[in-house]
Structure formats: C-alpha cells, structure tokens
C-alpha cells in the first residue's frame, strides 16, 4: 500500500508542478560567446563581464541570440606571457551568419583581455548592427522574391522603407530604384 500510494504522490508532482520558465532577457542584447582550448579563461571573463553590462546578455545554446562572438587565442604556456587573443563578432540573422568585426588584442590576465573584447564588441554593436541587419533582411526579401512568382512578406524593420507588407518582384524592383 505504501508504494502505491508513493507512486501516486510521485506522478501528483510529476504532472501538476509547474514547468520550471526559461531564463527572460526581456529587451537584453543576446550574444553567444564560444572559445575552447586556450581562449577558455578569455571566454568565461567575457561571458561574466557581458552577464553584467546592459543591454547585453549571454546567451545558451537554447536562446535565439542577435549576435555571436568567437574567441581564439594563440597557446599561454607559461605565466607571466601576455595573452594574445582574437574575437570575431558575427550577426545571428534568420538566415545568415554576417561578419560585423574583429580585433587583435595582447593583456596579462584574462580580465584585461575581456574589458578589450567587451570595449571593441559594443563598438562593433553600435556601430554596425542596424545597418548590417537590415542588410540581411533586404538580402532575405530579395531571396524570397526571386525564388516565387507570389508576393512575399516584408520584414517588419523593412516595412516603412518599401511602404507595403508584401511585395512581387516588379514591386521590389520599382520601389529599390528610386
């Protein structure tokens, strides 16, 4: 009887508590950072340096993140060396992966190293992000259209440049030319 009634009391859990919610980063700016081998101590620097810099935020493997940093570094053998490592910063678009910039940077420590890359990359940010991703999106939409004889949806950042929802290749061809 008690190990009934211990299996009922288990599935009771099991089915009526809650689903644990995913992590919300609101209107944070999702970046996820990799680096392996020698760029690990750079990578966890800059992932807890991001995790407290507004708007950004480190994105999972299970976020959809708006850009994506990739950390590499020469082999640190012996301490006292300087770190010398390079990132590449990349937009996450729906479909392409465009790179947006880079830097080459030599610190002592990995937190020197990390204040470089967060310093460079929210540059990189402000400086590219909206052009770069309405590029993608333009690139998308013209995708679309050359593959269908139907009208496509435009990207909503790209609606009050093209003044319409959807569009048909004569369309797009009109609107883009003047």
């Known amino acids: 009887m008690r190990k009934i009634l211990a299996v009922l009391i288990s599935f009771t859990f099991l089915f009526l508590t809650p689903a644990v919610p995913q992590q919300q980063h609101g209107d944070d700016f999702l970046i996820y950072v990799v680096g392996m081998g020698s760029a690990e101590p750079i990578t966890k620097a800059l992932k807890k340096k991001l995790s407290v810099s507004r708007p950004f935020a480190v994105a999972t493997k299970d976020d959809v993140s708006k850009a994506v940093v990739l950390i590499s570094c020469m082999d640190h053998e012996k301490e006292g060396l300087p770190y010398a490592c390079m990132y590449v910063l990349s937009l996450n678009g729906a479909t392409f992966k465009t790179f947006m910039g880079g830097g080459l940077y030599l610190a002592m420590t990995p937190e020197d190293?990390?204040?470089?890359?967060?310093?460079?990359?929210?540059?990189?940010?402000?400086?590219?992000?909206?052009?770069?991703?309405?590029?993608?999106?333009?690139?998308?939409?013209?995708?679309?259209l050359f593959l269908t004889d139907t009208k496509c949806n435009v990207p909503?950042?790209?609606?009050?440049?093209?003044?319409?929802?959807?569009?048909?290749?004569?369309?797009?061809?009109?609107?883009?030319?003047?």
């Not at 190293?113 to 998308?140: G, H, P, Y």
């Not at 909503?156 to 369309?171: D, S, V």
Request: glycine share 4%; hydrophobic share 30%.
């Open 113 to 144: 190293m990390a204040n470089n890359f967060l310093k460079s990359i929210a540059q990189d940010i402000v400086e590219r992000f909206e052009s770069t991703n309405k590029e993608n999106l333009r690139d998308s939409l013209k995708s679309c």
């Open 156 to 178: 909503t950042p790209l609606q009050q440049e093209f003044g319409e929802k959807q569009l048909t290749l004569g369309q797009y061809m009109m609107k883009s030319q003047n």
